[in-house]
T-cell receptor, first 114, second 112 residues
Framework: DGGITQSPKYLFRKEGQNVTLSCEQN?????MYWYRQDPGQGLRLIYY???????QKGDIAEGYSVSREKKESFPLTVTSAQKNPTAFYLC?????????????FGPGTRLTVL | GENVEQHPSTLSVQEGDSAVIKCTYS??????FPWYKQELGKRPQLIID?????GEKKDQRIAVTLNKTAKHFSLHITETQPEDSAVYFC???????????FGTGTRLTIIP
């Protein structure tokens, strides 16, 4: 299960605040992904990045932002524009753009807006 | 875009019996179909996958079948055990696309 880590495990935020979720991997993977998991809705893609300094919007990018300044790190910022941010957030990585079959997931961060 | 439907959303099976979860996909060009298992409070993990040039794949008690004509694929778990209790997700990927599209998940409960 090692190789990709997320912190913190639990995060509480007041309405109107931005918050950043950390995702780090030491697998030397090129591609990284952020998913949101809600009960009964499976995993929905927020953003993904194939290489450093490049990223693309997923299916539900509104209210989120990301950066990819280092290969190992892909932090996700949940902004105050996200209307319903309470959810479980999962980060994942795959070896490279040509090998995106197996996605390795981090342990997740549970965000609760108070 | 790709759409993946998964059924049932919940499934209870007596220990030792078989469990079957089915997914349908919309894009006929999809070529890769993985299944993930997520135990309570843990991360999803790949348990088996299949490509469009194969009709069936088996790994011990777990098997996946693919029907390209009907655009559906299924997960089969035989001789179920309590540790099989988890949420299972199917997914599909369109050829050349870096993204996976996930189903909505099936909560499988094995009754001792």
């Amino acid at each position: 299960d090692g190789g990709i880590t997320q912190s913190p495990k639990y995060l509480f935020r007041k309405e109107g605040q931005n918050v950043t979720l950390s995702c780090e991997q030491n697998l030397n993977h090129d591609a990284m992904y952020w998913y949101r998991q809600d009960p009964g809705q499976g995993l929905r893609l927020i953003y993904y990045s194939q290489i450093v300094n490049d990223f693309q919007k997923g299916d539900i990018a509104e209210g989120y932002s990301v950066s990819r300044e280092k290969k190992e790190s892909f932090p996700l910022t949940v902004t105050s524009a996200q209307k319903n941010p309470t959810a479980f957030y999962l980060c994942a990585s795959t070896p490279d753009r040509a090998n995106t079959d197996t996605q390795y997931f981090g342990p997740g961060t549970r965000l609760t807006v108070l | 875009g790709e759409n993946v439907e998964q059924h049932p959303s919940t499934l209870s099976v007596q220990e030792g019996d078989s469990a079957v979860i089915k997914c349908t996909y919309s894009d006929s060009a999809s070529n890769y179909f993985p299944w993930y298992k997520q135990e309570l409070g843990k991360r999803p993990q790949l348990i088996i996958d299949i490509r469009s040039n194969v009709g069936e794949k088996k790994d011990q008690r777990i098997a996946v079948t693919l029907n390209k004509t009907a655009k559906h694929f299924s997960l089969h778990i035989t001789e179920t055990q309590p540790e099989d209790s988890a949420v299972y997700f199917c997914a599909a990927r369109f050829d050349g696309n870096e993204k996976l599209t996930f189903g909505t998940g099936t909560r499988l409960t094995i009754i001792p």
